[in-house]
């Protein structure tokens, strides 16, 4: 069995098999400029990963190890949420927080970006390569990874809001009555009128649905006046980083 010496902390240790080597490596005990020799290999001391038949990978064990995670959790997870805000109707949390909570698909792709990517430019340092490759990570691994996450996304969520019916939300959906209510307000403050508050939509109906558009009517309860609104529904297309996977957008009209 051919055995290897390495260096560490100025002293010579060894016999070690390849095997034990290369654990020693993946647990960042030794790393790619751990010097290195066996006899049968001509016994020159040599960097760990310039030994040929002896380095590891180039890949990180992160990217050997997580991708699953992160390549199919991440979207499946974010395509979860997406479709659960657009089908939830009578939930007053997701009604009263809408705004925020749109962005929660978009934050968790990118969160999940920055958390790989930052673990794999650790594993780069503690091994010691090259402080190129942990920058090719950033620039060209985080666009290719965030882009592949997001349309992944978009694809699950559309394979399982278009069968049932919810490629535009309802006209009772929580994030379609939260947009009316905050549209509303804001015409409201236009007009000099910054004490109205929109408090309900109720009595919701659906005029038409044509493509990507859905027209509906309510009534709209304020601490004023109750008016009577109708309002559209617009899936602007599966576009990058808006609030939404599908970028739905309300318009208002108060009668």
Request: proline residues 4%; contains cysteine.
């Amino acid at each position: 069995m051919e055995s290897w010496s390495y260096q560490r902390d100025g002293a010579i240790v060894g016999p070690a098999s390849k095997e034990e080597l290369a654990a020693l490596f993946e647990a960042g005990e030794i790393n790619r400029q751990t010097l290195v020799r066996s006899v049968s290999a001509g016994g020159e001391w040599k960097r760990y990963g310039e030994v040929q038949g002896l380095a590891p990978s180039r890949f990180p064990r992160t990217v050997k190890r997580l991708w699953p995670w992160f390549m199919l959790g991440t979207p499946l997870a974010a395509a979860l949420i997406d479709v659960f805000l657009v089908q939830s109707t009578g939930n007053a949390f997701v009604e009263k927080n809408a705004a925020l909570l749109s962005y929660a698909p978009t934050a968790l792709n990118i969160l999940a970006a920055i958390l790989w990517l930052v673990l794999i430019t650790l594993e780069f340092r503690k091994k010691a390569q090259k402080s190129v490759s942990g920058m090719a990570v950033w620039l060209i691994a985080a666009p290719l990874y965030l882009t592949f996450s997001w349309w992944t996304t978009v694809f699950i969520s559309n394979r399982i809001n278009v069968p049932l019916g919810f490629r535009v939300p309802s006209c009772q959906a929580d994030l379609a009555k939260s947009q009316v209510k905050a549209a509303f307000e804001r015409n409201a403050a236009k007009a000099g009128q910054t004490d109205v508050k929109a408090i309900a939509l109720t009595e919701t109906s659906q005029q038409w649905l044509a493509g990507r558009i859905r027209m509906c009517v309510g009534k709209l309860e304020t601490n004023a006046q109750t008016y009577s609104v109708r309002y559209e529904i617009e899936d602007h297309g599966n576009r990058l980083f808006l609030r939404t996977m599908h970028g739905y957008f309300v318009s208002l009209l108060v009668k």
